[in-house]
């Protein structure tokens, strides 16, 4: 059974890493990758310091008060992956980072899909469970790939994402017709006394 998981997992290897854009979902070693949202309004997180100083140290549904809105950073957009995460397999947010141009951009908190807000205390996710990741990155990235921090396991990075699709080029301007410049002709007196001239037998 095992012999056929690695096999399965080679495959994904081989798939994403040649694709130059994906179409979401796909898998991967978590389980399902089911969506990409970008955003630039303000998202709820939990106040790790307000956290730590009551010695909240566990999630619970009383957190209302925890929270708090943080907006991306200038010149930043947050990025919102959504993960189906499958039994007998878990996430966290120490477990991928996002990678921008050869750079990388480290997980900035979990979430349950269903409050939507990002917990540091949320360290592990073990499916089935529907979970959702932070990150922030350049506004004006429009790829990125989805890489492991286990460089010890064989996990695959998912590469392909499309964070903003490209501006559409502007359509050319038509050519105005060329001008046709009218002729002119030649009034009929005149044509009449040219050919009058041509037949005329010269004087002796």
């Known amino acids: 059974m095992k012999l056929l998981q690695w096999a399965v997992l080679a495959g994904c290897v081989v798939f994403l890493s040649?694709?130059?854009?994906?179409?979401?979902p796909v898998f991967f070693h978590a389980g399902r990758l089911d969506n990409l949202t970008r955003i630039t309004d303000p998202v709820k997180f939990i106040r790790k310091d307000e956290a730590l100083k009551q010695n909240?140290?566990?999630?619970?549904?009383?957190?209302?008060?925890?929270?708090?809105?943080?907006?991306?950073?200038?010149?930043?957009v947050f990025i919102v992956l959504s993960v189906s995460v499958y039994p007998?397999?878990?996430?966290?947010?120490?477990?991928?980072?996002?990678?921008?141009?050869?750079r990388e951009y480290p997980c900035l908190g979990m979430a349950s899909a269903r409050n939507h807000f990002y917990d540091f205390r949320m360290l592990e996710a073990k499916g089935p469970a529907?979970?959702?990741?932070?990150?922030?990155?350049?506004?004006?990235?429009?790829?990125?790939?989805?890489?492991s921090t286990h460089a010890d396991l064989p996990i695959p990075t998912i590469t392909g994402l499309v964070l903003q699709e490209p501006e559409p080029e502007p359509e050319p301007e038509p050519t105005p017709p060329a001008e046709t410049k009218p002729t002119e002709e030649?009034?009929?007196?005149?044509?009449a006394e040219s050919e009058k001239a041509a037949t005329a037998e010269p004087e002796l």
């Not at 040649?18 to 979401?24: E, G, T």
């Not at 140290?57 to 930043?76: I, M």
């Not at 397999?89 to 921008?100: A, E, H, K, M, T």
């Open 56 to 76: 909240r140290l566990v999630p619970t549904e009383d957190d209302g008060n925890l929270l708090e809105e943080r907006s991306p950073e200038d010149d930043q």
């Open 88 to 102: 007998g397999r878990s996430i966290g947010p120490s477990d991928y980072v996002l990678q921008v141009d050869a």
């Open 18 to 24: 040649s694709a130059s854009a994906i179409n979401l």
């Open 130 to 147: 529907e979970v959702l990741l932070i990150f922030s990155c350049p506004a004006a990235a429009r790829g990125a790939s989805l890489k």
């Open 186 to 191: 030649t009034p009929a007196a005149e044509k």
